[in-house]
């Protein structure tokens, strides 16, 4: 069964660059981005773990720790971040872990449970289905994910953007409509009634009885 929206993200204890990591214990009360891929020293890769080193402050203004799952040894990794700072021109300072064992992979459904995988001489493209982000919160609930092929590169800006979402409705009575970003109006849930969405965000914009936007509440 896939790992779906609100299940507790599988905890798991695995070697990282950053020494051992026992996941559920590592993530706090934090939020995570953990991001994978199917290969070190990939190009797509590489220019996606780029994106992210240079975006680290806004990650860590968010109360967000970064995780990067490659199927590749600790050594390798390790190897990697000196491409990784080439190309991004910031040391990549996040932990990446080892999973040769695709323990994590199939743990998040990132593989078929059967599926084999050469020990020795594996390609890219014998895991090209690694290539998943999840946003996990502090509860370690899975919130969101996102999955990509091999020949898209992912926008870390829209996942930036997506952590905001997330973090602006977590526990909150409201939702966030197509294209939003932070410091647009928001949507109010159904669940207040119109004199209690006023008197806890203001004036409503009512567009239809079930479409109502309030400003975003700082």
Partial sequence: MSLRINDIA????????????????????????????????????????GAVAQLAPEFEKRNTKVLGVSVDSVEDHVKWKN?????????ANFAIIDDTSLAVAKAYDMLP??????????????SATVRTVFIIG?????????????????????????????????????ATPANWVP?????VALSLDDAAAEERYGALDIRLPYLRY?????
């Fill in 183 to 187: 410091g647009q109006d928001v949507i």
């Fill in 83 to 91: 491409d990784i700072q080439k190309v991004a021109g910031t040391p």
């Fill in 10 to 49: 599988p905890d798991f204890t695995a070697d990282s660059t950053e020494g051992k990591i026992h996941f559920h214990e590592w993530l706090g009360d934090s939020y995570a981005i953990v991001f994978s891929h199917p290969r070190d020293f990939t190009p797509v890769c590489t220019t996606e773990f």
């Fill in 138 to 174: 502090p509860d370690k609930k899975v919130r969101l994910t996102m999955t990509y092929p091999m020949s898209v590169g992912r926008n870390f800006a829209e996942i930036l953007r997506a952590l905001d979402a997330v973090q602006k409705t977590d526990g909150a009575p409201l």
């Fill in 113 to 126: 449970a059967e599926f084999y995988l050469p020990q020795e001489g594996r390609s890219p493209a014998d």
């Fill in 214 to 218: 309030a400003k975003d509440p700082a």
